[in-house]
Structure formats: structure tokens, C-alpha cells
């Protein structure tokens, strides 16, 4: 999937998601003190919206320009100062290493790569003492769907984190939803 399909998708409705935030989003970082956040792959914004609602300096990331745009067009003027829109694949170019308290990673599809290399570089951009956020559709049966293999689960992640992190959550949990009824969800936190 690259930037046209992205684009093509947003294009092809005047609203694709709900403009809420993500619940998990909304449970795990609730309890967190607001400072540096980075939402990869933030759509039209909803999740990033909230975060600058609660305080939060975000820096919002997608690779498709159709939503960035509609997501700035949904800040209110009250938080537009505490959002950065920007376009960019951080599969391909890491964030600034150690720069965010929250690197909030949503149904973003990071490809198991020899190196983890791309999972690295979102796992680096997390400061001392700041959180990572992964939530994602558990691995269904993998002869029914053998391509969602190819992506990264909790789990996988939390067998890469070293003694420099500490897991809070590694769970699947259910969510409301027509089409997902779960969530996988890792939440851990940096400590030095």
C-alpha cells in the first residue's frame, strides 16, 4: 500500500473514520501528564485532536496528504498551536531519536523486517520515561489471512524491548465495532 492508495482512500469518502478518538487511546494514555507526543500514521486526526485537547504538544505523522489536510482542517483554533502536521513514511525515515513521551502507533501496519529497522526507529523516538503505545487487529488464523503475518503483534514487540523497558500492557481486549471486534494492545514504558 503506498501514498496513491492512501490518497485514493481518503478521497473516496468525504469522512472515512469516525472522527473519535481510538479508546485504547483514550484508556491507557488518559492517566499519562500530557508533554511531547508523536501519532504515527494519524489519519484525519481524531486521536491527535484529543491528545492536543488534553494538553499534549503532538506531532502528527501520515503518508497521505488528503488526510493531513482534512485533519487540520478539524483543529479548532484552541489547540492548533499544540498540533505539527506532517507528511512522512516513518517506515523509510525514523523520527528524531528520544524526542517524544508518547509515540502513539494505531493500526499502523509496520512490516517484520530483518533489523526492525523501521520498529526501531519508532521504538527510539521514545524519551526516558515515555510511553509506546501499540494498538493493532489481533492475528487472526493465519490460513485464513496469511499476509497479516507480515506485520508486527504485541507480542513480537515486547519479545524485542531489552531491560531498558518495562511492558504495562500486553493484551487483547475487545472493542465495539462492526467489522474488529478486538484489539491487541502493548503499552510500555521506557526506562532510561
Request: aromatic share 8%; with cysteine.
Amino acid at each position: 500500500m503506498d501514498v496513491h492508495h492512501w490518497d485514493d482512500m481518503y478521497r473516496s469518502r468525504d469522512q472515512v473514520f469516525s472522527g473519535n478518538p481510538n479508546p485504547v487511546l483514550v484508556a491507557e494514555v488518559g492517566c499519562l501528564p500530557p508533554g511531547q507526543a508523536l501519532d504515527v500514521g494519524c489519519g484525519e486526526g481524531a486521536d491527535a485532536l484529543w491528545l492536543a485537547r488534553c494538553g499534549w504538544q503532538v506531532t502528527a505523522v501520515d503518508v497521505s496528504e488528503v488526510a493531513l489536510r482534512r485533519a487540520a482542517g478539524a483543529a479548532e483554533a484552541d489547540v492548533r498551536d499544540r498540533l505539527a502536521w506532517a507528511r512522512a513514511d516513518l517506515t523509510v525515515a525514523p523520527p528524531p531519536a528520544r524526542a517524544f513521551d508518547l509515540v502513539s502507533v494505531h493500526y499502523f501496519p509496520i512490516r517484520r523486517e530483518p533489523g526492525h529497522a523501521a520498529l526501531y526507529g519508532l521504538l527510539n523516538a521514545v524519551a526516558p520515561g515515555g510511553a509506546f503505545l501499540f494498538v493493532t487487529h489481533p492475528l487472526p488464523d493465519p490460513a485464513s489471512a496469511p499476509r497479516s503475518a507480515e506485520y508486527y503483534q504485541p507480542g513480537d514487540i515486547a519479545q524485542l524491548l531489552g531491560p531498558a523497558w518495562h511492558v504495562l500492557v500486553e493484551e487483547t481486549r475487545p472493542r465495539a465495532g462492526p467489522r474488529h471486534t478486538h484489539d491487541a494492545v502493548l503499552r510500555a514504558s521506557r526506562l532510561r
